[in-house]
């Protein structure tokens, strides 16, 4: 499970240096999911700052506790994607849906507003 904190009622998930080929992504799915459904209040920054790369495994559980998020009425943005991460999130065009911040900080800041 990816550690989490708490800074300015915002829950942060500090997420690993990559994930691909996932030998069982639905442990990764299930605590992800969980956070999703406790984070009080549903504000969720994933910060992506020691990820260097993820692949499309990740991208379905990212989406999927998006969905969850949304679902209680909250939002969940991405920080400090690496050229890669970045590269991955604009060409499948999810920085439509989901807002991308430099550094979890700035993200916390946007969400805590």
Same mark, same amino acid.
Request: aromatic content about 8%; hydrophobic content about 35%.
């Given at each position: 499970m990816?550690? +989490?904190?708490?800074?300015? !009622?915002v +829950?942060?998930?500090h997420l690993a240096s990559h994930y691909s080929g996932l030998d069982?992504? +639905?442990?990764?799915?299930a605590e992800m999911l969980r956070v999703a459904d406790e984070a009080d209040p549903p504000r969720l920054v994933l910060d992506l700052s020691a990820t260097e790369y @993820?692949? %499309?495994? @990740?991208? !379905?559980?990212?989406?999927?506790?998006?969905?969850?998020i949304g679902a209680?009425?909250?939002?969940m943005v991405l920080?400090?994607? %690496?050229?890669n991460c970045s590269d991955v999130i604009r060409v499948l065009k999810l920085d439509t849906i989901w807002d991308v911040y430099p550094t979890p900080a700035e993200a916390v800041a946007a969400l805590a507003d």
């Open positions: 990816p550690p +989490t904190s708490k800074d300015r !009622e +829950t942060v998930v069982d992504p +639905t442990d990764l799915m @993820f692949d %499309s495994q @990740f991208v !379905e559980v990212m989406v999927r506790v998006w969905k969850r209680r009425g909250g939002q920080a400090g994607l %690496s050229a």
